[in-house]
Protein backbone atom coordinates (compact mmCIF):
# COMPACT_ATOMS: atom_id res chain seq x y z
CA UNK A 1 0.00 0.00 0.00
CA UNK A 2 1.61 3.14 -1.08
CA UNK A 3 -1.34 5.26 -0.52
CA UNK A 4 -1.35 8.80 0.96
CA UNK A 5 -5.32 9.91 1.78
CA UNK A 6 -6.39 13.20 2.42
CA UNK A 7 -9.66 14.47 3.32
CA UNK A 8 -11.98 16.36 1.85
CA UNK A 9 -11.09 16.50 -1.52
CA UNK A 10 -12.80 19.74 -1.70
CA UNK A 11 -13.49 22.48 0.73
CA UNK A 12 -14.98 26.01 0.75
CA UNK A 13 -14.92 28.18 3.71
CA UNK A 14 -15.49 31.94 4.91
CA UNK A 15 -12.91 33.82 6.06
CA UNK A 16 -14.34 33.90 9.28
CA UNK A 17 -14.10 29.75 9.65
CA UNK A 18 -11.85 27.33 11.60
CA UNK A 19 -11.83 24.15 9.14
CA UNK A 20 -8.99 21.70 9.44
CA UNK A 21 -7.26 19.39 6.70
CA UNK A 22 -6.31 15.80 7.32
CA UNK A 23 -3.75 13.34 5.53
CA UNK A 24 -3.15 9.73 6.69
CA UNK A 25 -0.61 7.36 5.71
CA UNK A 26 -0.20 3.43 6.14
CA UNK A 27 3.04 3.00 5.16
CA UNK A 28 5.02 3.48 8.12
CA UNK A 29 6.96 6.16 7.04
CA UNK A 30 8.42 8.93 9.73
CA UNK A 31 8.42 12.16 7.62
CA UNK A 32 5.37 13.84 6.36
CA UNK A 33 4.74 17.23 4.43
CA UNK A 34 2.13 19.52 3.84
CA UNK A 35 2.61 21.85 0.25
CA UNK A 36 0.77 24.36 -1.18
CA UNK A 37 0.60 24.83 -4.96
CA UNK A 38 -1.22 27.15 -7.34
CA UNK A 39 -2.14 26.59 -10.64
CA UNK A 40 -0.39 26.12 -13.25
CA UNK A 41 2.97 26.47 -10.90
CA UNK A 42 5.38 23.58 -9.12
CA UNK A 43 4.26 22.84 -5.12
CA UNK A 44 5.82 24.71 -2.29
CA UNK A 45 6.63 23.35 0.69
CA UNK A 46 5.03 24.75 4.22
CA UNK A 47 5.32 22.23 6.59
CA UNK A 48 7.78 19.16 7.60
CA UNK A 49 7.39 16.72 10.30
CA UNK A 50 9.86 13.91 11.51
CA UNK A 51 9.21 11.59 14.02
CA UNK A 52 6.19 14.05 14.79
CA UNK A 53 7.76 16.63 15.69
CA UNK A 54 7.88 19.85 13.50
CA UNK A 55 11.07 20.21 11.66
CA UNK A 56 10.32 22.90 9.27
CA UNK A 57 7.96 25.47 8.93
CA UNK A 58 8.94 27.80 5.51
CA UNK A 59 7.87 30.92 7.01
CA UNK A 60 4.16 30.06 6.52
CA UNK A 61 1.32 32.69 8.06
CA UNK A 62 0.28 31.21 11.41
CA UNK A 63 -3.31 31.00 10.22
CA UNK A 64 -1.77 27.91 9.29
CA UNK A 65 -1.42 25.58 11.81
CA UNK A 66 -0.07 22.42 11.10
CA UNK A 67 -0.28 19.11 13.99
CA UNK A 68 1.29 15.62 13.98
CA UNK A 69 -1.08 13.70 16.54
CA UNK A 70 0.76 10.35 15.69
CA UNK A 71 2.92 8.33 13.00
CA UNK A 72 0.11 7.92 10.36
CA UNK A 73 -1.84 11.36 11.07
CA UNK A 74 -1.07 14.82 9.59
CA UNK A 75 -3.63 17.85 9.86
CA UNK A 76 -3.50 21.29 9.08
CA UNK A 77 -6.05 23.96 11.01
CA UNK A 78 -7.19 26.74 9.07
CA UNK A 79 -8.06 29.93 10.89
CA UNK A 80 -9.29 33.45 9.18
CA UNK A 81 -7.68 32.48 5.74
CA UNK A 82 -7.49 34.54 2.68
CA UNK A 83 -8.72 34.66 -0.72
CA UNK A 84 -5.27 34.31 -1.67
CA UNK A 85 -4.82 30.93 0.22
CA UNK A 86 -7.04 29.47 -2.41
CA UNK A 87 -4.85 26.78 -3.66
CA UNK A 88 -4.60 22.86 -4.06
CA UNK A 89 -2.92 21.37 -0.45
CA UNK A 90 -0.90 18.40 -0.79
CA UNK A 91 0.08 16.30 1.93
CA UNK A 92 2.95 13.59 1.09
CA UNK A 93 5.13 11.23 3.16
CA UNK A 94 8.68 9.50 3.07
CA UNK A 95 10.71 7.47 5.76
CA UNK A 96 13.34 9.49 7.16
CA UNK A 97 16.63 8.97 5.84
CA UNK A 98 18.72 10.18 2.69
CA UNK A 99 17.29 9.54 -0.89
CA UNK A 100 14.29 7.77 -0.10
CA UNK A 101 10.93 8.23 -2.38
CA UNK A 102 8.18 10.77 -1.61
CA UNK A 103 4.71 9.85 -2.25
CA UNK A 104 1.46 12.56 -2.49
CA UNK A 105 -2.06 12.03 -1.65
CA UNK A 106 -4.76 13.84 -4.33
CA UNK A 107 -4.95 16.58 -2.39
CA UNK A 108 -7.49 19.07 -0.87
CA UNK A 109 -8.90 21.74 -3.70
CA UNK A 110 -9.49 24.73 -1.01
CA UNK A 111 -11.55 27.88 -1.97
CA UNK A 112 -11.69 30.87 0.46
CA UNK A 113 -14.50 33.40 0.01
CA UNK B 1 20.92 28.06 -4.15
CA UNK B 2 19.47 24.85 -6.37
CA UNK B 3 16.95 26.02 -9.00
CA UNK B 4 15.56 23.23 -11.28
CA UNK B 5 14.57 24.17 -14.64
CA UNK B 6 12.29 22.01 -16.94
CA UNK B 7 11.95 22.34 -21.27
CA UNK B 8 9.88 22.65 -22.92
CA UNK B 9 7.13 24.05 -20.81
CA UNK B 10 4.62 22.71 -23.18
CA UNK B 11 4.75 19.72 -25.68
CA UNK B 12 1.93 18.23 -28.02
CA UNK B 13 2.72 15.58 -30.22
CA UNK B 14 0.29 12.50 -32.30
CA UNK B 15 0.08 9.42 -30.36
CA UNK B 16 2.28 6.70 -30.99
CA UNK B 17 5.43 8.85 -31.23
CA UNK B 18 8.35 8.63 -28.36
CA UNK B 19 9.51 11.22 -26.99
CA UNK B 20 11.87 13.19 -24.52
CA UNK B 21 10.74 15.25 -21.35
CA UNK B 22 13.90 17.51 -19.66
CA UNK B 23 15.25 18.65 -16.56
CA UNK B 24 18.18 20.65 -15.22
CA UNK B 25 19.41 21.77 -11.81
CA UNK B 26 22.57 24.09 -11.19
CA UNK B 27 23.71 22.20 -7.84
CA UNK B 28 24.62 18.36 -8.36
CA UNK B 29 24.46 18.11 -4.39
CA UNK B 30 21.67 15.88 -4.33
CA UNK B 31 20.10 12.82 -3.10
CA UNK B 32 18.22 11.85 -5.48
CA UNK B 33 16.09 12.75 -9.03
CA UNK B 34 12.09 11.92 -8.89
CA UNK B 35 9.57 12.57 -11.69
CA UNK B 36 5.89 12.62 -11.37
CA UNK B 37 2.64 12.95 -13.22
CA UNK B 38 0.21 14.97 -11.99
CA UNK B 39 -3.44 15.13 -13.73
CA UNK B 40 -5.51 18.53 -13.82
CA UNK B 41 -6.48 19.41 -10.17
CA UNK B 42 -5.16 16.04 -8.82
CA UNK B 43 -2.17 15.31 -6.68
CA UNK B 44 1.44 13.98 -7.72
CA UNK B 45 1.71 10.24 -8.79
CA UNK B 46 5.12 9.29 -8.57
CA UNK B 47 6.82 7.45 -11.71
CA UNK B 48 10.59 7.03 -11.35
CA UNK B 49 13.25 8.11 -8.23
CA UNK B 50 16.83 7.85 -9.80
CA UNK B 51 19.30 7.78 -6.24
CA UNK B 52 22.50 9.91 -7.29
CA UNK B 53 24.62 7.22 -7.72
CA UNK B 54 22.39 5.93 -10.17
CA UNK B 55 22.69 6.17 -14.52
CA UNK B 56 18.81 5.76 -15.26
CA UNK B 57 15.46 3.94 -14.25
CA UNK B 58 12.96 1.90 -16.31
CA UNK B 59 9.24 1.27 -15.61
CA UNK B 60 6.98 0.01 -18.68
CA UNK B 61 7.22 2.72 -21.65
CA UNK B 62 9.02 5.17 -19.26
CA UNK B 63 12.54 5.17 -19.00
CA UNK B 64 14.55 7.98 -16.69
CA UNK B 65 18.22 8.80 -17.15
CA UNK B 66 20.31 11.03 -14.74
CA UNK B 67 23.92 13.04 -15.63
CA UNK B 68 24.48 14.33 -11.72
CA UNK B 69 27.91 15.94 -13.21
CA UNK B 70 26.28 17.80 -15.92
CA UNK B 71 23.02 18.33 -13.72
CA UNK B 72 20.59 17.01 -16.30
CA UNK B 73 17.87 14.11 -16.14
CA UNK B 74 15.55 12.85 -18.51
CA UNK B 75 12.00 11.45 -19.01
CA UNK B 76 12.09 9.05 -22.08
CA UNK B 77 8.36 7.99 -22.92
CA UNK B 78 7.88 5.41 -25.54
CA UNK B 79 5.01 4.72 -27.68
CA UNK B 80 2.90 7.62 -26.23
CA UNK B 81 -1.19 7.38 -25.97
CA UNK B 82 -3.57 9.76 -25.11
CA UNK B 83 -3.64 8.86 -21.73
CA UNK B 84 0.01 10.25 -21.31
CA UNK B 85 -1.63 13.37 -21.26
CA UNK B 86 -0.59 15.22 -18.57
CA UNK B 87 1.63 17.48 -16.55
CA UNK B 88 5.19 15.73 -15.57
CA UNK B 89 6.99 17.59 -12.96
CA UNK B 90 10.63 16.46 -12.15
CA UNK B 91 12.30 17.12 -8.35
CA UNK B 92 15.30 16.86 -6.66
CA UNK B 93 15.82 16.39 -3.05
CA UNK B 94 18.78 18.71 -1.86
CA UNK B 95 21.94 17.28 0.15
CA UNK B 96 22.38 20.89 1.82
CA UNK B 97 18.59 21.18 2.62
CA UNK B 98 17.12 17.96 2.12
CA UNK B 99 14.05 19.65 0.69
CA UNK B 100 12.66 18.00 -2.71
CA UNK B 101 12.94 21.24 -5.12
CA UNK B 102 10.54 21.20 -7.98
CA UNK B 103 10.83 22.01 -11.73
CA UNK B 104 7.97 23.96 -13.36
CA UNK B 105 6.98 21.19 -15.18
CA UNK B 106 5.88 20.25 -18.60
CA UNK B 107 2.49 19.92 -19.72
CA UNK B 108 2.52 16.92 -22.44
CA UNK B 109 -0.71 16.75 -24.88
CA UNK B 110 -0.81 13.30 -27.04
CA UNK B 111 -3.80 13.95 -29.89
CA UNK B 112 -5.13 10.72 -31.05
Known amino acids: DTEVTQTPKHLVMGMTNKKSLKCEQHMGHRAMYWYKQKAKKPPELMFVYSYEKLSINESVPSRFSPECPNSSLLNLHLHALQPEDSALYLC????????????FGQGTRLTVV | KQEVTQIPAALSVPEGENLVLNCSFTDSAIYNLQWFRQDPGKGLTSLLLIQSSQREQTSGRLNASLDKSSGRSTLYIAASQPGDSATYLCAVRSRVTGKLIFGQGTTLQVKP
Open chain 1, 92 to 103: ASSQVGQGLEAF
